[in-house]
């Protein structure tokens, strides 16, 4: 049984749904509802391909406290009547958490996929979803070796597993199919190639302080080609409570695009700006350079080798955002392509299916 919620949580779902139906597998799908706009939600199902969930529990939106006890009071329904032999748990909403404390309770094996992520940060509520996750699943499937080892600090080294990043997988097959032009650029002609940067801005301490919001907007309003920024539900409305102008400057707002379209836009900007944990990452494995707006990083390869910038000062947003590119490099701390079916194989061997 998968568990999913949220827009990244979608994209990982993808190659893993492919590699358990390759292996002759039966899933089940549970979409906890946490991510209900359209866009962000049933249209990923239909673009990567995935199946139609098997139950649908319709959160909503709502504080954590909200949204995690929704889920909690739902789950032990669709444990009973599904009875899987292992619950598959992705990255670190509170579908994630939610999922993983209610099979654990009803001693269903739990795996947590994109295990021992840290930010060390822990005002993060994801930083805390994560944690508490990897120390309730009987099987953490790391994507990277800096992953592994922040596990075996906390003592989980034997029950974990070094899989890759299933994000690489689904990313390699979108940018393969942009490369067969089955995907176009929304973007463009309105914009040249390069001739934009791209931007997502909508964690909690970017937006929801009306000061902070509008630095960052400011920053952005002063770059020196249009910067795109594709405004969340949420975003829209928290920047209207605020007074806050978005569309300021050199910022466009567009409203979020599907995964595929969301490639082919960051593939021919001339760099992307956002505080998205995934997009760190997407940016890096397209080799686009990026700027992070947030303090700290769990993926600190893309730092390491200077494809990411961490800014958070106005002036820190503008130059890392119109910096130079970087170097070149042929590093792949995320994986080749194939983690999917790695993490589908520990699991069979690991908790003996």
Sequence with gaps: MSVVGARPQFVKLAPIATALSDLGHEHVIVHTGQHYDPMLSDVFFRDLGIPEPDAHLGVGSGSHGVQTGSILAQMDEELERFAPDCVL???????????AVSAVKLHYPVAHLEAGLRSFNRG??????????????????APTQVAMEHLASEGLAARSALVGDVMTDVLFTVRDRIGDQQTANPLLPELSPEGYYLATIHRAENTDDPQRLCEVIASLGAADKPVVLLAHPRVRARAA??????EQG???VRDPLPYPELIAAAIDSAGVVTDSGGLQ???????VPCTTVRFETEWVETVDLGWNVL????DDILAALTRPAPSPTDAAPYGDGHAAQRAVEAIVSRLSI
């Design 89 to 99: 748990v992705y990255g670190d909403t509170n579908s994630t958490l939610a999922a």
């Design 124 to 141: 993060m509520p994801e930083e805390h979803n994560r944690v508490l996750t990897d120390h309730a699943a009987d099987l953490c499937l």
């Design 241 to 246: 409570s605020h007074g806050v102008e978005l």
């Design 250 to 252: 050199s910022v466009i």
């Design 281 to 287: 990452k997407e940016a890096f494995l397209l080799r």
């Design 311 to 314: 800014a958070n000062t106005p």
